[in-house]
């Protein structure tokens, strides 16, 4: 079975600094890797979408890399900002019908 | 972009009653739509995986009879709590893939249930 683990779980920045999370996961069969935020009480919005044969992704000031190899994702946050503060969760796709796999999260908060 | 509305957002109840949460998506077609539940600080685990026109498939441990799914239109799912629990009390959240198979998943904004 998948499973996700995501370190930190929480982390604490300073406004401006660089973002690193990081998400491991135990199967290299996946279809593919999201990166997703989550605000408090609220729903997900995603952000990255990184297929099995793809390194990596971009949008705007964030990257997300995948190495199916050694069964990591990292998500940077370039110039951190206070509206960044959010939880971020990283899930796998594990079967073609779409079902996710999702990691616990890494709380993060940037301070102005 | 695609839109998933899951109504309502909020919900509390006496313990024992049933509560339905619907899950729509509002401009795309969804053959599956997911339910999911989170606890608080944890991860959201996959309750059930509904398609339309068919009978849910539920994950281990979950109880079928408890957590009612219906997908009855390629518009519409909904899970119903029924007899409630303050155990069950946890955030609900529902996804939704488009038919035309965009492999994005879109989410609802979900439903935070308490039951006193």
């Known amino acids: 079975k998948q499973e996700v683990t995501q370190i930190p779980a929480a982390l604490s920045v300073p406004e401006g600094e660089n973002l690193v999370l990081n998400c491991s996961f135990t199967?290299?069969?996946?279809?593919?890797l999201q990166w997703f935020r989550q605000d408090p009480g609220k729903g997900l919005t995603s952000l990255l979408l990184?297929?099995?044969?793809?390194r990596e992704q971009t949008s705007g000031r964030l990257n997300a890399s995948l190495d199916k190899s050694s069964g990591r994702s990292t998500l940077y946050i370039a110039a951190s900002q206070p509206g960044d503060s959010a939880t971020y969760l990283c899930?796998?796709?594990?079967?073609?019908?779409?079902?996710?796999?999702f990691g616990a999260g890494t709380q993060v908060v940037v301070t102005p | 972009g695609a839109v998933v509305s899951q109504h309502p957002s909020r919900v509390i109840c006496k313990s024992g009653t049933s509560v339905k949460i619907e899950c729509r998506s509002l401009?795309?077609?969804?053959?599956?739509m997911f339910w999911y539940r989170q606890f608080p600080k944890q991860s959201l685990m996959l309750m059930a995986t509904?398609?339309?026109?068919?009978?849910?498939?539920?994950e281990q441990g979950v109880e079928k009879d408890k957590f009612l799914i219906n997908h009855a239109s390629l518009t519409l799912s909904t899970l119903t709590v029924t007899s409630a629990h303050p155990e069950d009390s946890s955030f609900y959240i529902c996804?939704?893939?488009?038919?035309?198979?965009?492999?994005?998943?879109?989410f609802g904004s979900g439903t935070q249930l308490s039951v006193l």
């Open positions: 996804s939704a893939r488009d038919r035309g198979g965009n492999e994005k998943l879109f």
């Open positions: 199967d290299s069969a996946i279809y593919n």
């Open positions: 990184i297929q099995s044969s793809q």
């Open positions: 899930a796998g796709l594990t079967d073609s019908w779409g079902k996710l796999q």
């Open positions: 401009d795309f077609q969804a053959t599956t």
């Open positions: 509904s398609n339309e026109g068919s009978k849910a498939t539920y």
